[in-house]
């Protein structure tokens, strides 16, 4: 009777999105056709989410196995006012609200702006620039997203929101076991499998217990590399360097182009997730308790996950659906281990909790970049200017690779204290202390004319790597970046009236150190006007970070003020005034642009978040209908924004302070029991977003340049990645034949369009688009069987547009998936 009752538990969990918490629906039996409670840890406490004043999204155990989640890419879809801009796993930016500006091209972590969205394991953050932590969703307890400014008790990465993958704990008393295998079809792809298993074992019954994990996921790739030859055209942005007559390059030889005939094929971008997780959890005494975890994650990616609607190598050419043409074997190699140790326990009245984890994350990318021969300089590396007048020059293969190696380390600890959650007047405050470190080596290895002087960084340079790089990298960067943030916080709970008004006041004062050092270098002025060679052991490009001495450390309080009222046991109101923030940073070089009127910074200071949210949360018939949302204004000053223009700001990208804007959004979400047996639920959200402040460039005369427009774009226009509506609705209907219970599900999710960039520099409309799941499974005692298909009208969802490889390219989502699942639970 019990496991059955379990059973029907999960069964009826609800599938949830966006807004609104993903809920699981209590078993019939034991309350009824009411909604069941869930309880997050949003302000450090544990709470019912109905009574916490933050707008939080949930998605419990029960939801992500409905839902066949297993990576974000799975189920940020079913998250209205959650976006990313991707450009494969683990290579996301992760957006709330829609407070993103877009990227500016960088390969790696070493530049560019820290996220503003916080992401967490359990009590360790593990945000990178555009590489979010692809933690696989294996015996998760729970998937909880904190939107809007979350500083006051997450700290400087939690400018927009949280993202917090929550783990189960062993259970001391308790044997029990779990398998998940599937199998997969994709269309126009190839198939893919996965497994994972827990088990969970009381090593000595009511004092040690240790839980395991472990799982392997090999997803088929959907993209195809076409046959093509790269040819230079006379529309090359660098052509001129090859000194031909009348810039024309003329047909294709063996040496000035190249073709992919050894790497097409079909399905080039399959994707493997391999790890294991073991937990162990030593309860002391009735107060104290230890919990020690260990966590080991490898994700292999090949090829690509984008498409190109054109030829690369012949541009005007159209190319089929889910096609690419790449001249160069790409992969993403990314690994990351986490350790973590978490004491638990009470002094006095108080509560007291001391978590210290540290995680190094690994990455070696490579990828495919012959398409930079048409760019701005491209041509300047890989030709030779004639030295004869009247006659042309010469080129050399125009193919091109650049390779990332890089490796992050955060290594936290944090002591809180927290009074006991019944008292009138309840408190929380404690001591943080983060080191964050990105040494990144990243080589562009686009050089293939001869006459360069190879490079490499000078003598006692602290870097990575001392070594000459090898003879075709025309350019690197090696960059030790990050910062330490020392952080002391406390938030205060008053009840007014015992249990129905209550007002939260709370700051964090910060101090943070940021830091970068190394170098870079490139060889562009190390060849002049013929075949010498440079001489010279310091090329004409170069930029010794280290020796410029970058550290600056910024210090102040952010705070958050908060009034709730429980009108009835079943309803709350709430209004939040709340700030966010994050670190600043330096750029690689200080340049005069602009025919030396304006002067890139070498640094950039944070940018601030003010956030006013009136929100309500409520229950209606006896819990059988959840009505919840919130309506904002989020003001982002002096944002951070990365720029890239080469015909007039230098071919660097760096990022800069300055422009101001406005996003007001309303969003819901609704869960109704309809019938014993049938629950819908639906979410949406609103996002209105203006540029309000759009200030000039200020030359180097202290003048504003009003000659070059403002990068920002013109004063109205929207933020990246925030489309004006996303919404979702599903339905699930569950039903006895017999001994078995079985269920379907169907739902649809809407995105309306979007701009992958703000500002006017490199922008791309992506159109909206509306994608459809469904389901079908049966259970009995301990097993279960679900048939799925996501993705049901095989939509192209534009996910991400950009030219950052210096051609068109899409990020599309993965087409029709129809698979299986088997599960067992005992």
Not at 321 to 327: E, M, P
Not at 741 to 747: L, S
Request: aromatic share 12%; glycine share 10%.
């Amino acid at each position: 009777m019990k496991s059955e009752k379990t059973l029907s538990l999960a069964i009826a969990a609800i599938l949830g999105g966006g807004s609104a918490p993903l809920y699981a629906a209590t078993a019939p039996e034991s309350a009824g056709d009411s909604i069941q409670e869930i309880t997050v840890t949003a302000q450090r406490r544990t709470e019912n989410l109905q009574d916490v004043p933050v707008t939080i999204q949930a998605l419990t155990s029960e939801t992500l196995a409905q839902l066949n989640v297993q990576t974000i890419d799975d189920f940020v879809k079913y998250l209205p006012n959650v976006t990313t801009a991707t450009s494969g796993p683990g290579q996301s930016d992760i957006y709330m609200r829609g407070l993103a500006t877009g990227g500016a091209g960088n390969s790696g972590g070493g530049v560019g702006t820290f996220p503003n969205v916080a992401v967490y394991l359990d009590e360790q953050s593990g945000q990178l620039p555009g590489r979010n932590l692809d933690i696989y969703a294996a015996d998760l307890q729970r998937i909880e997203v904190l939107e809007g400014p979350q500083g006051t008790l997450f700290g400087a990465g939690a400018q927009a929101g949280v993202l917090r993958y929550i783990t189960n704990r062993p259970k001391l008393d308790v044997t029990e076991g779990a398998v998940n295998a599937g199998y997969a079809y994709t269309s126009h792809g190839d198939p893919s499998t996965n497994a994972d298993g827990m088990i969970n074992l009381p090593v000595i019954p009511g004092f040690l217990a240790v839980r395991a994990v472990v799982y392997d996921d090999t997803r088929g790739g959907y993209i195809n590399n076409v046959p093509g030859t790269f040819v230079r055209q006379s529309s090359d942005h660098g052509i001129h360097y090859a000194g031909y007559i009348n810039n024309i390059p003329g047909p294709p030889t063996p040496t000035n182009s190249v073709n992919n005939n050894n790497l097409v094929g079909n399905a080039i971008n399959p994707v493997n997730y391999q790890g294991i997780r073991v937990e162990a959890l030593a309860q002391v005494n009735e107060d104290w308790n230890l919990l020690l975890s260990q966590s080991y994650q490898s994700m292999h990616a090949q090829g690509v996950f984008y498409e190109t609607p054109q030829s690369s190598g012949t541009p005007g050419i159209p190319l089929p659906d889910l096609s690419v043409q790449l001249y160069n074997p790409s992969y993403d190699n990314d690994r990351f281990e986490n350790t973590s140790l978490t004491v638990t326990g009470r002094i006095g009245p108080l509560k007291a909790v001391y978590a210290g984890s540290y995680l190094v994350r690994n990455i070696d990318q490579v990828q495919d970049y012959t398409n930079y021969a048409r760019g701005f300089f491209g041509d300047y590396y890989q030709c030779i200017a004639p030295t004869t007048p009247g006659t042309s020059g010469q080129c050399y293969s125009p193919s091109a690779t650049w390779r990332d190696q890089e490796r992050n380390t955060h290594d936290s600890q944090e002591l809180r204290f927290s009074t006991p959650d019944d008292w009138r007047v309840r408190g929380i405050g404690g001591l943080f202390w983060e080191d964050y470190v990105i040494q990144e080596q990243l080589d562009w290895r686009y050089k293939t004319a001869p006459g360069f002087t190879a490079i490499g960084p000078p003598a006692g340079t602290d870097v990575n790597n001392p070594d000459v790089r090898g003879s075709n990298v025309a350019f690197f960067d090696d960059i030790t970046r990050g910062y330490t943030q020392k952080a002391a916080f406390g938030s205060v709970d008053f009840d007014i009236i015992p249990k129905t008004f209550t007002v939260t006041a709370g700051t964090r004062y910060y101090n943070i150190n940021t830091t970068a050092t190394g170098y870079s270098a490139g060889s562009f002025g190390c060849y002049q006007d013929g075949p010498a060679p440079c001489t010279g052991n310091i090329p004409g490009d170069s930029s010794n970070l280290t020796a410029a001495g970058l550290s600056k450390k910024y210090t102040g309080f952010k705070s958050r003020a908060n009034a709730s009222w429980k009108m009835t046991s079943d309803a709350l109101i709430y209004y939040t005034w709340s700030q966010g923030f994050r670190a600043g940073g330096f750029n690689r070089s200080s340049s005069l642009v602009l025919n030396g009127t304006y002067r890139t910074p070498i640094s950039y200071a944070p940018d601030t978040l003010i956030n006013n949210e009136l929100g309500w949360k409520t229950q209606w018939f006896d819990d059988r209908l959840q009505f919840n949302g919130a309506v904002y204004q989020e003001n982002w000053n002096n944002v951070q924004v990365s720029v890239f223009d080469p015909c007039c700001l230098g071919n660097l990208n760096f990022t800069i302070n300055g422009p101001k804007y406005r996003v007001r959004g309303l969003e819901t979400q609704l869960v109704a029991r309809v019938t014993h047996g049938l629950t819908v639920t639906g979410a949406a959200s609103w996002n209105s977003s203006e540029l309000t402040y759009a200030p000039y460039l200020i030359g180097t005369n202290g003048q504003a340049i009003t000659s070059f427009t403002s990068p920002y774009g013109a004063p109205g226009s929207t933020l990246a990645q925030s489309p004006p509506f996303q919404g979702n609705l599903r339905i699930r209907y569950e039903f006895a034949v017999g001994d078995y219970k079985g269920f379907w599900q169907a739902g649809g999710t809407h995105q309306a369009h979007s701009h992958s960039a703000a500002g006017d520099i490199v922008a791309y409309d992506q159109a909206g688009f509306s994608t459809y799941d469904a389901a079908l499974g049966i259970a009995k005692d301990a097993w279960e069987v679900q048939l799925y298909g996501q993705n049901l009208t095989d939509t192209r969802a534009d996910l991400y547009a950009n030219s950052f490889q210096f051609v068109f390219a899409e990020i599309v989502n993965r087409p029709r998936v129809v698979g299986v699942r088997f599960s067992y639970k005992k």
